[in-house]
């Protein structure tokens, strides 16, 4: 990844990153308390850990992280009330939030529905970065993470869905998801660990 120009006055400078793979995290900054929850409870440490080295080899390949995430309460655009937001709900809820912490450095973009694309800014910042690639990873698979891999189709970028690094509700409709992700949307379905991000960030896998 390299940096634009200091003087760049595009998006009045606040996209300083050109990265041709980006690292999607959508809805991780979550206090989990909505109906049928219970699965998606007992999988959230697990899910948090898989994000969290995901995100970490991210890091060290200079590829950056955006995180997506609905707004909690009064809308105010600002990360840092959906984060205590989250922290203030019972351990169990909580694991997802506390392990996936946005950094400084991270972009953060929030969203009135479930697709990460609408009525937000993350058009404007993939394109400006020329993303043509990402990984999208965080819950629920057969909501916003599926809708928000069809609108990456329609925009003809490539999609990485490592499955153990997203969750849905059930077995069933997170199968459902993920087999509707790869037959109509192009996604590319696999392991976080055996994600090669030289070779996608270059365009060869």
């Given at each position: 990844m390299s940096?634009?120009?200091?003087?760049?006055?595009?998006?009045?400078?606040?996209?300083?990153?050109?990265?041709?793979?980006?690292l999607l995290l959508?809805?991780?900054?979550?206090?989990l308390s909505f109906p049928g929850n219970a699965q998606l409870i007992r999988q959230a440490a697990k899910l948090g850990s898989e994000i969290l080295e995901l995100k970490q080899r991210c890091r060290r390949a200079g590829i950056p992280a955006i995180y997506i995430?609905?707004?909690?309460?009064?809308?105010?655009?600002?990360?840092?009330?959906v984060v205590a937001h989250?922290?203030?709900?019972?351990?169990?809820?909580r694991a997802l939030t506390e392990q996936l912490l946005p950094q400084p450095d991270d972009y953060v973009v929030l969203k009135p529905k479930h697709s990460a694309f609408y009525a937000t800014p993350l058009d404007a910042l993939l394109e400006y970065m020329n993303t043509k690639?990402?990984?999208?990873?965080?819950?629920?698979?057969?909501?916003?993470?599926?809708?928000?891999?069809?609108?990456?189709?329609i925009r003809d970028l490539k999609v990485y869905v490592p499955q153990n690094?997203?969750?849905?509700?059930?077995?069933?409709?997170h199968r459902t998801a993920l087999r509707v992700m790869e037959d109509s949307f192009g996604v590319k379905l696999c392991d976080s660990k055996?994600?090669?991000?030289?070779?996608?960030?270059?365009?060869?896998?």
């Open positions: 940096k634009r120009n200091e003087g760049a006055t595009d998006l009045h400078g606040n996209v300083p990153d050109v990265a041709r793979l980006a959508v809805d991780v900054i979550n206090d995430n609905d707004n909690s309460g009064k809308w105010r655009s600002d990360i840092r009330s989250s922290l203030r709900a019972p351990a169990s809820h690639s990402v990984i999208l990873t965080g819950v629920t698979s057969h909501s916003c993470i599926l809708l928000t891999a069809a609108e990456l189709y690094c997203v969750a849905g509700l059930t077995p069933r409709q055996r994600l090669n991000l030289r070779r996608i960030a270059e365009g060869k896998a």
